[in-house]
């Protein structure tokens, strides 16, 4: 340590006076100790620093889920387990289920998922496979970035006052109710805004098929289309199941651009063309308005539940990722 | 050519076809998004605009200063809270690959990417808005301040583990202190990657709604004090875009088109300056 923390100057001043044969002051002597002793201070004093910092996002993450359990209990207490299946959620009756949130939830995220995978795999492959190197595939990547980059209330902002009128138009043509705001428009809306996390993994996992592979099937005389169809896809499948994985944690817990499209109503979606709420939504709405304890504490469960569920999702892709790219 | 290779080729050019009609389609919602905020906001915006606050329903004119201030000042005092702890977070984590404490810190920094943003609004409104008597600007920076850790411990980890080994035993090597070490050498050569990352963490809070409802609240007034509550350019567009009036949707348009710039032009600034910073985040 003292050799490490030894200063430049010092040791070059203790050196001269050795070559000149001149006994080092005691006052330079000290002086050296001292800063020394300072450098292992700070130096103790930054480590301890990262360490309390590494600590700190710990901390974060287990008060965020020790609030979320804690403040969840009233309505845990007062609602038990029903509080999932329930198809009541009645604030003036005192009455709390879930049901039509969680419903709502999975609907938009997985007609948001369905709607979106055909345009982000196309744009995986562009980007992998057709394209994927030149101006075209620059600007298509940097296009298809911005679309994760624009803030969820303008897509929410946008698709209210320009796809909400469209899908009115659609419905009066279908002959159903024409609500425009609901479930449908959502997932429109959502598909939009996860197109970017699977396009990107999916073309990572792209890049990442060894050449060899893909030269031996060529020289076999199979078409691009085969190649891709049993070479690529088989050896993405996972990394691609990974990318998916990621949108939809992205879909569950969308707030701003739901909140404002799906309608905001408490009532079982009959179909996906009536308004719903989701999880999210419901907790923007209505966690200001919540007057009573468990009232509040049940819209707090609701946040636990997509805590949960977006975490073991989020994981399991994470994990997919990993090892993918290990091997 | 036998039919049958004619068919597969066929096959692989209709299959090409229909990749990039779909890459295509793709895009035109950003294009089509793009298009329509920047006409319907181009007209609302002078000086007037961002100079003013809203003024009440019915009275022509307002603008939007009390959002764009409010924002700045929320996201700067994020950033100013959320980058040292970031980035010695990300040095702790280059520093040792693996680790007991490593290990727990890098999954709490997944778990905490994957955090919908509307439940760090209600743990914040917990450890904050209660104890402290009310909504604040101050609370809502602290939870635009734990989004923005992942995205900066990300993004510095990355950076660092990709400056070679020998810089820093150099260093050490001439009797450097450790500290002295990080912050003078290893730091300076990797700052690139961090500012991209501190960047694109800015750009992704800038826009952030959810987690400032229960927070910063909104206000229709100009407010400085950090303890009060506060509008900001999400908020604002979140509030007036809902309401039924004509004159707020305006202004609605108007501050969408600033937000928009906002996020967007730190996103190519990003890309631009840091090309060769190639980090996944």
């Known amino acids: 340590m003292g050799a490490n923390t030894d200063n430049g ?30 450098h292992i201070r700070s130096e103790h004093f930054f480590r301890q620093l990262l360490i309390i910092m590494a600590l700190l996002i710990l901390v974060i993450v287990a008060g965020i889920a020790l609030t979320l359990s804690v403040e969840s209990v009233p309505s845990m207490k007062a609602m038990g387990i029903s509080f ?5 959620w009645n604030p003036v009756a005192d009455i709390y289920g879930a049901y039509p949130f969680l419903l709502g939830t999975l609907l938009t995220s997985f007609l948001a998922l369905i709607i979106s995978i055909p345009f982000s795999f196309s744009i995986a492959i562009f980007l992998g496979e057709y394209y994927s190197k030149g101006w075209l595939s620059t600007l298509l990547k940097n296009t298809v970035e911005l679309i994760a980059a624009v803030p969820s209330v303008i897509y929410g902002f946008w698709g209210l006052y320009v796809l909400v009128p469209i899908v009115r138009a659609f419905e009066l043509k279908l002959g159903i109710t024409p609500y425009g ?25 792209i890049r990442m098929v060894p050449p060899p592979l893909k030269e031996g099937a060529y020289s076999l005389g199979a078409t691009r289309y085969e190649v891709i169809r049993s070479i690529i896809l088989p050896y993405t499948k996972s990394g691609m199941f990974a990318g998916i994985l990621l949108s939809l944690g992205r879909a569950l817990g969308e707030t701003m651009a739901v909140t404002m499209i799906i309608g905001n109503t408490s009532l079982v979606p009959k179909n996906i063309f009536s308004p719903g709420n989701t999880m999210a939504s419901v907790i923007a709405n209505e966690f200001t308005e919540a007057d009573k304890t468990v009232y509040l504490s049940a819209l707090i469960e609701l946040g636990l539940l997509l805590f949960l569920v977006t975490v073991v999702i989020n994981m399991l892709g994470k994990r997919i990722i990993k090892r993918f790219t290990n091997e | 050519m036998s039919v049958h290779i004619k068919y597969r080729i066929g096959k692989s050019t209709a299959f090409k076809s229909i990749v990039i009609f779909f890459a295509s389609v793709s895009i035109l919602p950003l294009i089509a998004i793009l298009f329509y905020i920047i006409r319907e906001g181009v007209t609302k915006i002078n000086w007037h ?40 977070c990300g040095i702790y984590l280059s520093e040792h690959k693996t680790g007991r404490l490593a290990y727990w810190s890098r999954l709490a920094v997944d778990i905490l990417q994957g955090i919908p943003s509307i439940v760090i609004g209600i743990v914040v409104y917990f450890w904050l808005v209660k104890p402290l008597g009310g909504f604040s600007a ?61 960047m694109l963490s800015i750009a992704r809070i800038a826009g952030e709604t959810a987690p400032l409802l229960f927070t910063a609240f909104g206000n229709p007034f100009l407010e400085t004090n950090i303890f ?45 300056t840091t090309r060769k910073w190639n980090i996944q985040l």
């Open chain 2, 49 to 88: 605009f961002l100079t003013h606050v809203p003024k009440p329903v019915g009275e022509p004119g307002g603008g939007i200063s009390n959002a764009l201030l409010g924002s700045m000042m929320i996201v700067a005092i994020a950033s100013v809270i959320a980058v040292p702890v970031g980035i010695l």
């Open chain 2, 228 to 272: 009060k509550p506060m509008q900001s350019l999400p908020l604002l567009i979140f509030n007036y875009a809902t309401s039924p009036y004509e004159d707020w949707h305006d202004l609605a348009w108007g501050a969408s088109l600033v937000l928009l710039l906002w996020v967007l032009l730190l996103n190519v600034i990003t890309k631009l």
């Open chain 1, 9 to 38: 100057t010092i040791t070059s001043k203790t050196g001269m006076a050795r070559l000149l044969n001149i006994k080092t002051p005691d006052i330079l002597k000290a002086k050296r100790i001292k800063r020394s002793h300072r």
């Open chain 2, 138 to 198: 101050f609370s809502g920076s602290i939870a635009l301040a734990i989004m923005m850790l992942p995205i900066l411990v990300r993004s510095t980890e990355e950076t660092l583990k990709m400056l070679p080994q020998s810089l820093k035993e150099a260093a050490l090597a001439l009797g450097m202190p450790y500290h002295r070490v990080m912050l003078k050498v290893i730091l300076p050569c990797g700052i690139g990657g961090i500012l991209s990352g501190v």
């Open chain 1, 84 to 88: 999932l299946w329930g198809k009541m």
């Open chain 1, 181 to 205: 705001i609901g479930i449908f428009s959502a997932s429109l809306i959502l598909s939009i805004m996860v197109i970017p996390y699977a396009a990107s993994m999916g073309r990572e996992m």
